[in-house]
């Protein structure tokens, strides 16, 4: 059985001293209402950057924070503590999180910070959680390094699509976006332009989960140089109702 260490919310994610009103009270209220309301600093206490966080519709006061080199975190108390909840898997590295919609215990998680920078922490694939982040799964896409980008449809918690930016340091072939419709267990790579081409962000169509939109771009790092440009870039974007997708360079 797991133990996970909880620590005082100080340093990391920021949120609100007091819940905001719903969307559709807000625009009825004069702003006096709330112009009292300030930020602060909750946590986690950690030094670092954190690239990834994910908060759950379904249960407002949990929320998930993946750091680039220290792990997830998670906060089920607004975040006034946190606790760990990645301590024993093989990477720390993140570069996104995901909780699927329809299911608030299904969380998956995409190891590789993806932030294009001179020192930076690789990962190993996609892991998923069933049980709220008790256990974790090893999914595939080990070859990936960096995963900076996953969107799951908010109507079917098993069908998803990940950004694989790739190696940061040359070529290597598994790049591009992919997709899985049996909760991460294959993958299709459905976007893909050349080894030195990556995925770097993808999203789906909250109102039509059967669309998605994808983008990719040449980035890369050597001894005394780094690539930022995206001379060849490419955005794709894909219909489940008619099959088709398209890519425009």
């Not at 992919?178 to 995925?199: A, P």
């Amino acid at each position: 059985m797991r133990v996970h260490r909880a620590v005082p919310a100080i340093v990391s994610a920021f949120f609100a001293v007091l819940t905001p009103p719903p969307s559709s009270r807000a625009a009825s209220l004069p702003e006096s209402a709330y112009a009292g309301m300030k930020w602060r600093l909750v946590g986690p206490f950690r030094g670092g950057r954190t690239r990834a966080v994910a908060g759950v519709a379904a249960r407002p006061g949990l929320f998930y924070v993946g750091a680039v080199n220290g792990g997830v975190w998670m906060s089920d108390d607004y975040g006034r503590t946190w606790i760990s909840v990645f301590d024993e898997e093989p990477t720390q590295s993140i570069g996104a999180i995901a909780v699927a919609a329809s299911d608030p215990d299904l969380i998956y998680v995409a190891s590789g910070e993806g932030l294009h920078r001179p020192d930076l922490s690789v990962g190993d694939g996609i892991y998923r959680s069933t049980d709220a982040g008790r256990t974790w799964t090893h999914l595939g896409l080990r070859d990936g390094q960096q995963i900076p980008a996953l969107a799951v449809d908010p109507r079917d918690p098993r069908r998803l699509f990940a950004a694989v930016l790739g190696h940061p340091y040359g070529p290597s072939a598994q790049r591009g976006i992919f997709r899985s419709t049996d909760g991460g267990e294959t993958w299709q790579r459905v976007l893909f332009k050349n080894e030195n081409t990556g995925g770097s962000d993808v999203e789906i169509d909250p109102s039509n989960p059967t669309s998605s939109m994808r983008r990719s771009g040449r980035r890369g790092t050597g001894p005394g140089s780094m690539t930022t440009a995206t001379p060849e870039p490419m955005v794709g974007s894909s219909s489940r109702s008619t099959g088709e997708r398209h890519g425009a360079r």
